[in-house]
């Protein structure tokens, strides 16, 4: 049987190139003893996958050259010799780009959650608007908070935490589609289409009262755009960079930095790996909230190992609203 | 009586030219009642007042063109019509860049105090020192941390704190007597001229497990240095940006900023004015170890109120160590 995966072959300068990944078919391999085999169903496409191609300074090591690519996973168990895991179990893990894969271990999906909500809001993304909204932003009720790429799959989250809890929430986005979405279905009270708009003054129409928070995935002009209308003692949940991540030199930094002391603001970066021990105060909150119709999600799916690629490109280039998934085979 | 005083004439751009501020005579002016007169003895020259010229974003209103420049101030009480306040009484205020001022209250010196201490080390750049390491940078025993103008007013008291506290303590300055004064007086375990050594390279060699506080006070490639070798939960104490006050055009913020995300570092501004309500708390510690020997302190004073404007340029040019003072007039 074929497995099709996707390997490193070079890191990427700048934008991918065709060349830079290499989707090569091997065989699926045989689960050994404690091991089992996993069909991937879901594949997350992710901002940080850029980041994990190059050999800049990150959070975890980067993908070794000839490796199969790494990437957050929904499988479903298809042969176990594992006495934990029973053919059909769902889980999740790292499983990487490919259509097959053999694991020893890996986080089982309870029954009754949808498979596409476990890879979003009640998966790592949800986590991530959750613990950076809530414990980096320390929102209080009646605050500014502005959230950048506000309907992708991180900020469309963080921006409904942010009005559960009584506060202004101002998106920005790349369209006035998006912004529509952000408004009308996810009930942010504003949003600004940065494509159109000198986002500065945007931000002074939309934040009369200055903005507290930042919720930060963009970086670049957008981020300088907010650090302009920072009030005092402003939080900056920095979540993302991701005006920078195709960059092939490193981006200049924000030009009016001297911002953050004369507001005498607070720049946090996280990443949701720091949470994981906190992860059952996430699942039980945002699970009721979800049940209940408070958070609304959306997932945008494309389909097939073949354009992992091109699927993981419209992070890029805004071509997606929501969480952006892979569906590699059909759900169990 | 003549008294002269500096007026701030025109907001420059870049560096302070002729004609930007002018030193003018005018009559020492009559305190009214509940008023007294006071006799500049010590001006505080610092990095801020250049900010105080501009009309950029900052933390109080700038000077207003055809006002006296402001600037903290040691002053003597000539003459008083206020009962709380005796002739011979030393105050601390913001007098202004002139000779006298009538002033209707301030802060009285307690007896004992050295002047020039009390403009620095126990005067705002030692608060400065004090709250910024201790509540923002919260030090542990065994971290590195890294203190650029290290021979500066705040620089050089905050990095003697850092070794009370059991910390690795390096330094960057702008030149090796400086350097060998900040390791030999101040007790430094190591400084880095930034002038003659690539600093990201000497911090790597200087700092062998990595920086876990940076008390900024440059900014620009410093800092940059500085950000490319930060460890996991880095905080960075944003104290100043000196290297940027000059400029005509905003600075370019760092350009490896993203290792902020990376690092889940923390950036965080302050201005001691936010501790005010805690000096008391500075006084306390403070007093002790000056007294006891274990923070030493140095100050360059600089005479004559027509040499304000020459002094303070120091600050931008390296050309001071420890608090910059400008004598105004002699100690009573």
């Known amino acids: 049987m074929i497995n099709r995966q996707w390997i490193l072959k070079r890191r990427p300068v700048g934008e991918i190139r065709p060349g830079d990944l290499a989707l090569v ?5 045989e689960p050994g003893a404690g091991q089992f085999l996993a ?27 000839g490796e199969v690519m790494r990437g957050g996973t929904l499988s479903v168990v298809e042969e176990s010799r594992n006495p934990a895991f029973q053919k059909g179990d769902i889980i999740s893990g790292i499983a990487g780009w490919q259509e097959y894969a053999v694991l020893d271990g890996g986080q089982k999906l309870p029954p009754g959650v949808p498979l596409t909500a476990s890879m979003s809001v009640l998966g790592m ?11 980096i932003g320390q929102p209080k009720p009646g605050e500014t908070v502005v959230v950048s790429a506000a309907a992708g799959a991180v900020g469309s989250i963080a921006g409904q935490i942010a009005k559960l809890k009584g506060c202004r929430a101002v998106g920005i986005a790349g369209s006035d589609e998006k912004c529509r979405h952000v408004v009308e279905r996810l009930g942010f009270d504003a949003c600004i289409n940065y494509r159109r708009e000198d986002v500065a ?12 928070i930042d919720f930060e995935n963009v970086g670049g002009e957008i981020f300088e755009a907010v650090l302009a209308n920072i009030n005092l003692k402003a939080r900056i949940v920095l979540c993302g960079l991701i005006s920078g991540y195709n960059d092939a030199e490193a981006p200049r930094g924000p030009a ?12 946090e970066g996280f990443i949701i790996l720091d949470y994981f021990p906190r992860l059952a105060e996430f699942y039980g909150a945002m699970g009721q909230w979800v049940a209940e119709g408070r958070i609304k999600y959306d997932v945008h799916v494309a389909k097939g190992i073949e354009n992992a690629l091109s699927a993981l490109n419209l992070l890029f280039t805004g071509g997606n609203t929501g969480k952006l998934l892979l569906q590699v085979s059909e759900e169990p």
């Not at 169903?41 to 992710?46: E, I, P, R």
């Not at 980041?51 to 090591?61: A, F, G, N």
């Not at 931000?203 to 200055?210: Q, V």
């Open 25 to 29: 078919e091997t065989q699926v391999p």
């Open 39 to 65: 069909r991937t169903v879901y594949l997350s496409l992710d901002p940080t996958n850029r980041i994990w191609m190059s050999d800049m300074e990150q959070y975890m090591p980067p993908v070794q050259l």
């Open 125 to 135: 993304t949800g986590a991530t608007a959750y613990f950076g909204l809530l414990d």
């Open 201 to 212: 003054a945007a931000l002074k129409r939309e934040c009369p009262n200055g903005i507290d």
């Open 256 to 267: 009016n930095f001297a911002n953050v002391l004369m507001k005498r603001a607070r720049i």
